[in-house]
């Protein structure tokens, strides 16, 4: 089945620190992925929508100059959260979708990755 | 305002129990809803997708229902299993036409299985 893979799983650094995370899909093409975050006991929360070879689309509320979205290629996009701080601490998933699904796209699942845990110190 | 509502929001149950979790959506327009089961720091893995024509799919031990009309959904486990310790997400995917839609989460059912 389609896999996506999330590096690095856990991440803790200092305050200021610039964190990248990336997302892979490593055995489909995934024109769109998606960034999102989850508080203890909350739900997903998208953040933005990662378009390859296109800007990425934000969510309200989401500063873009904060976290930065790259989606270079079919496979591989990354979110890099700047200057972190303290509440910037959250557990960050990326999805993708199977590139080509056409009029049926929404009934292709969204394959997660396995987070990244990022604290903030 | 879209919004996805589980209950209950955790859940502890003997080792071999059967369990129902329940989803209620105000989610338009309707394109599917699926059933995601979150393992503690890991991604979401979908267990079942229902589209608005299904009234009941099954996946091993999982079986979901869908009633379109009163938009409530429901995961029922049987028999289980200490491995069925998660969190149980309902996402509701809205239609919002040319070929993109909007996923709608819940914030899921942490269900804890004990011997």
């Known amino acids: 089945g389609a896999v996506v893979s999330q590096h690095p799983s856990r991440v803790i650094c200092k305050s200021g620190t610039s964190v990248k995370i990336e997302c892979r899909s490593l055995?489909?093409?995934?024109?769109?992925m998606f960034w999102y975050r989850q508080f203890p006991k909350q739900s997903l929360m998208l953040m933005a929508t990662?378009?390859?070879?296109?800007?990425?689309?934000?969510e309200q509320g989401v500063e873009k100059d904060k976290f930065l979205i790259n989606h270079a290629s079919l496979t591989l996009s990354t979110l890099t959260v700047t200057s972190a701080h303290p509440e910037d601490s959250s557990f960050y998933i990326c999805?993708?979708?199977?590139?080509?699904?056409?009029?049926?796209?929404?009934?292709?699942?969204?394959?997660f990755g396995d987070g990244t845990r990022l604290s903030i110190l | 305002k879209n919004q996805v509502e589980q209950s209950p929001q955790s859940l502890i149950i003997l080792e071999g129990k059967n369990c129902t979790l329940q989803c209620n959506y105000t989610v338009s327009p309707f394109s599917n809803l699926r059933w995601y089961k979150q393992d503690t720091g890991r991604g979401p893995v979908s267990l079942t997708i229902?589209?608005?024509?299904?009234n009941t799919k099954s996946n091993g031990r999982y079986t979901a229902t869908l009633d379109a009309d009163t938009k409530q959904s429901s995961l029922h486990i049987t028999a289980s299993q200490l491995s069925d310790s998660a969190s149980y997400i309902c996402?509701?995917?809205?239609?919002?036409?040319?070929?993109?839609?909007?996923?709608?989460f819940g914030k899921g059912t942490k269900l804890s299985v004990i011997p």
């Open positions: 990662s378009n390859e070879g296109s800007k990425a689309t934000y």
């Open positions: 996402v509701v995917s809205a239609d919002s036409g040319a070929g993109s839609y909007q996923l709608t």
């Open positions: 999805s993708a979708r199977v590139r080509g699904t056409g009029l049926f796209g929404s009934n292709q699942p969204q394959h």
């Open positions: 229902m589209t608005f024509s299904e």
């Open positions: 055995d489909f093409q995934a024109t769109t």
